[in-house]
């Protein structure tokens, strides 16, 4: 294919023609939140509820479709809310039931949708089902909602298989290890995740009703979706086996293919729940998060009658690298079309290093579990350039991406946190190898010049923030060209205007040819990454949307795209 402009013809290779349907959700821009992180109004240190309503206005403001909630139920914090203790009530620390109806109300007010998450695959050992279930004893009904067996061993001292805890250590605790448990109860529990976390038992018609309702709970509520937390976990394998393999968060999906993870059985339940959210109005959505590879195997969550959206966890993982980028493009349009679902796009979240910091390493992109002092330090405005330059690349394909609480501050992962002020799991679990995920949970700065840099009425933070954060604050960037917040602002507001998410994507071969960049076009806009070292020329007459760097001279009449940056011009 050709497309013809007044100063180039360009020669473009087709890979995805645009949106299946009309739905919201196809092309939305969507925000997470991490509550805990977010702004806190009680002044305890701890984001809230009510914090999050009262910066509404800052999303709005920047231009994104929707929000998505991390967990704000009862919860022991054991895994910080990942361990829900009662599914139909606010943690104290976040607020209440009445805060979430007055957030929904003002989302709504500012056409903000709003997606929470669903944690199925884990319950805390503080919900009422296991509590009782520790009570009940062996044999009972109580027990079979979770997964408690036998050990191994002649005094079944082993674990029942070889499985292993994602955050590290067996995946499985003898009940008279716990603290106040009966002596002579031997018995082990399985947890894919903490001791804390007990897998829920999901061949019990009892436990997928019970999920049924607290959809319904959540939907009649006015809630616009749910993010599936571990969608890819409910379904074990008959009999647990052995298996001998590890599992890992997100990029290990390579190794997840064991037992424990995307088991067919799994649909069933995602067939059950779509047609639980099809007896509510307003396109209300299911978002999987599944460490599932391949591509096409993703995929399956998202057919017509499952899910709505998969986690592309395959870009995020992505190395700066032209040719891998580009594949993985290709491959994520190619797969979701196969189903006729839409892709999705992220770079960053509250599981991993956020992306400013892992594109700042020297092997740009790589993901480690956490950074820490003695770690490899990112150089940090290297990272900022890259990650702009990878958003605005981002921003530009066809679907719908989801951007991490603070990367429109272009902020950078807490990289010196003090190994005794962690919290996540992960750190003691792995026996302190990996450093884990609290660097990119920091609370936000949003006041250059105030306590806590406005984050906390009390101007208290549950980590620190270090003390550079200031010139990242949000009232440091608003108006300000060229910040990153206005970049953010201006790409989104474009986005919208060229319909870039329910867009099409070509890529563009002559350009690309002789340079190590990305070049694709979307509709009438033309985008260029360009990742080498030598400048890409734009076309003569290009007219610049907005760009992630400034722009070097090309030619007498051109202008170029240096190394690192990202540009969108439109063509006619
Ligand atoms: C969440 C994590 C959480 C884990 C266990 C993940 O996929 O995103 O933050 O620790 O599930 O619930």
């Given at each position: ?31 997470q939140v991490y509550p805990r992180s977010f702004a806190d109004a009680s002044g305890d240190g701890i984001g809230d509820l009510p914090g999050i309503t009262s910066r509404l206005?800052h ?8 929000i998505?909630l991390s967990p704000f139920?009862?919860?022991?914090q054991?895994?910080a809310g ?8 606010v943690d104290p620390i976040f607020g209440?039931?009445?805060d979430?109806?007055?957030l ?246 509250h ?54 609480q603070g ?34 949970r920091v609370p936000l700065p949003w ?5 806590s840099f406005g984050f906390s009425s009390g101007?208290r933070t549950w980590l620190?923030q ?107």
């Amino acid at each position: 294919m050709t497309i013809a402009h007044p100063h180039a013809t360009l020669t473009t290779t087709p890979v995805h023609d645009g949106p299946a349907g009309p739905q919201w959700w196809r092309s939305a821009v969507i925000y997470q939140v991490y509550p805990r992180s977010f702004a806190d109004a009680s002044g305890d240190g701890i984001g809230d509820l009510p914090g999050i309503t009262s910066r509404l206005g800052h999303l709005a403001a920047l231009g994104v479709d929707a929000i998505w909630l991390s967990p704000f139920y009862r919860s022991p914090q054991a895994d910080a809310g990942y361990d829900v203790a009662d599914y139909r009530d606010v943690d104290p620390i976040f607020g209440s039931l009445a805060d979430v109806d007055r957030l929904l109300d003002r989302a709504h007010a500012l056409d903000l949708r709003v997606i929470v998450d669903l944690v199925p695959n884990h319950t805390s050992d503080d919900h009422a089902w296991f509590q009782e279930a520790l009570v009940a004893g062996p044999g009972s009904l109580a027990r079979a909602r979770y997964h408690f067996r036998d050990g191994r061993g002649a005094h079944g001292e082993l674990p029942p298989n070889d499985w292993e805890s994602i955050f590290g250590g067996p995946a499985w605790t003898r009940v008279d290890a716990r603290p106040g448990a009966e002596a002579s109860d031997h018995q082990w529990y399985l947890h894919m995740f903490d001791t804390r976390q007990p897998d829920l038992n999901w061949d019990l018609p009892e436990v997928r009703a019970e999920f049924e309702e607290i959809l319904r709970f959540w939907l009649d509520r006015g809630v616009d979706g749910f993010r599936i937390d571990v969608a890819h976990g409910m379904v074990k394998a008959p009999g647990l086996p052995d298996w001998g393999g590890t599992v890992a968060m997100i990029d290990g999906a390579a190794a997840n293919h064991g037992p424990m993870f995307d088991q067919d059985g799994v649909h069933d339940i995602y067939r059950s729940w779509h047609r639980v959210l099809a007896e509510y109005d307003g396109d209300r959505a299911l978002v999987a998060e599944a460490w599932v590879e391949p591509l096409a195997r993703l995929a399956r969550y998202v057919r017509p009658d499952e899910m709505h959206q998969a986690f592309n966890f395959a870009f995020l993982t992505s190395r700066w690298q032209t040719s891998t980028l580009r594949t993985v493009i290709t491959a994520s349009l190619a797969a979701s079309d196969e189903v006729g679902a839409p892709t999705t796009w992220v770079l960053s979240n509250h599981d991993v290093v956020r992306h400013t910091s892992r594109l700042g390493l020297s092997s740009p992109g790589a993901r480690p579990n956490g950074i820490g002092h003695g770690d490899e330090q990112p150089d940090e405005a290297l990272g900022l350039r890259r990650a702009r330059a990878a958003t605005l690349l981002m921003l530009a394909l066809p679907g719908s991406a989801y951007l991490y609480q603070g990367e429109e501050l272009g902020l950078p992962e807490h990289t010196a946190l003090d190994d005794d002020l962690r919290q996540d799991p992960a750190w003691w679990r792995s026996g302190h190898t990996e450093r884990g995920r609290d660097g990119c949970r920091v609370p936000l700065p949003w006041s250059r010049d105030a306590p806590s840099f406005g984050f906390s009425s009390g101007g208290r933070t549950w980590l620190p923030q270090p003390s550079s954060w200031s010139a990242y604050a949000a009232d440091a960037q608003v108006g300000v060209p060229g910040s990153t917040l206005e970049m953010y602002r201006t790409a989104l507001a474009l986005r919208r205007e060229h319909v870039l998410g329910a867009g099409s994507l070509a890529w563009v071969d002559d350009l690309a040819e002789t340079s190590d960049a990305i070049v694709l076009v979307n509709g009438d806009v033309l985008v260029v990454t360009n990742l080498g070292t030598t400048p890409v020329p734009l076309p003569v007459g290009a007219h610049v949307l907005v760009s992630s760097g400034d722009l070097a001279d090309g030619d007498a009449r051109s202008l170029s795209v240096p190394t690192d940056t990202t540009v969108w011009v439109t063509l006619i």
